[in-house]
T-cell receptor, first 114, second 116 residues
Framework: EPEVTQTPSHQVTQMGQEVILRCVPISNHLYFYWYRQILGQKVEFLVSFYNNEISEKSEIFDDQFSVERPDGSNFTLKIRSTKLEDSAMYFC????????????FGDGTRLSIL | AQKVTQAQTEISVVEKEDVTLDCVYETRDTTYYLFWYKQPPSGELVFLIRRNSFDEQNEISGRYSWNFQKSTSSFNFTITASQVVDSAVYFCALSEASGGGNKLTFGTGTQLKVEL
């Protein structure tokens, strides 16, 4: 069964550094998402992306964050000038269609900011 | 604004017991979708079920069953004859059809512990 793939599985970065989290969505999916889960807390929506542009973003997704689909397969989340509170599990998800389709999640990237 | 409430933070049961996880949602949309996801200790999010707001039929899949009641805005999940492998955090989630990005709003999750 096709999967959403995320790399790396764990990223350790010094505070203030930039980090790029990578995702390869399922190949025929058209909608892409990033979510965040701070340890022990609920999963929070960050951003959705369709047709090469952001379709919705949360309050969390401020100017520190950006997303890009640099080629036909990758979907990246860039966090500039990381802060301690950015430490979390970041999940990428994709879906073929709109809200009637389940979002398929990758295994996540655990981001640790030191 | 959409909201999902899972009032049960943690439930512990003995193997073979039945257990029901509660989910209550809020939305102004008439068309919306409800989901359950499982997060085992390994951390990934596993899709379990999707329900749309027009389909109130209960669903059974093996030991899992779901009870959707629009009158009480609830979408509860029952595991029959629980097993140790069911131990995980279970998240209920909501997506509104009117939302441009189809974002999922998750509840805070229920930690289920199944012991021998």
């Amino acid at each position: 069964e096709p999967e959403v793939t995320q790399t790396p599985s764990h990223q350790v970065t010094q505070m203030g550094q930039e980090v790029i989290l990578r995702c390869v969505p399922i190949s025929n999916h058209l909608y892409f998402y990033w979510y965040r889960q701070i340890l022990g807390q609920k999963v929070e929506f960050l951003v959705s992306f369709y047709n090469n542009e952001i379709s919705e973003k949360s309050e969390i997704f401020d100017d520190q964050f950006s997303v890009e689909r640099p080629d036909g397969s990758n979907f990246t989340l860039k966090i500039r000038s990381t802060k301690l509170e950015d430490s979390a599990m970041y999940f990428c998800a994709s879906t073929q269609g709109r809200s009637n389709q389940p979002q398929h999640f990758g295994d996540g990237t655990r981001l640790s900011i030191l | 604004a959409q909201k999902v409430t899972q009032a049960q933070t943690e439930i512990s049961v003995v193997e073979k017991e039945d257990v029901t996880l509660d989910c209550v949602y809020e939305t102004r949309d008439t068309t919306y979708y409800l989901f359950w996801y499982k997060q085992p200790p390994s951390g990934e999010l596993v899709f379990l079920i999707r329900r749309n707001s027009f389909d109130e039929q209960n669903e059974i899949s093996g030991r899992y069953s779901w009870n959707f009641q629009k009158s009480t805005s609830s979408f509860n999940f029952t595991i029959t004859a629980s097993q140790v492998v069911d131990s995980a955090v279970y998240f209920c989630a909501l997506s509104e059809a009117s939302g441009g990005g189809n974002k999922l709003t998750f509840g805070t999750g229920t930690q289920l512990k199944v012991e021998l």
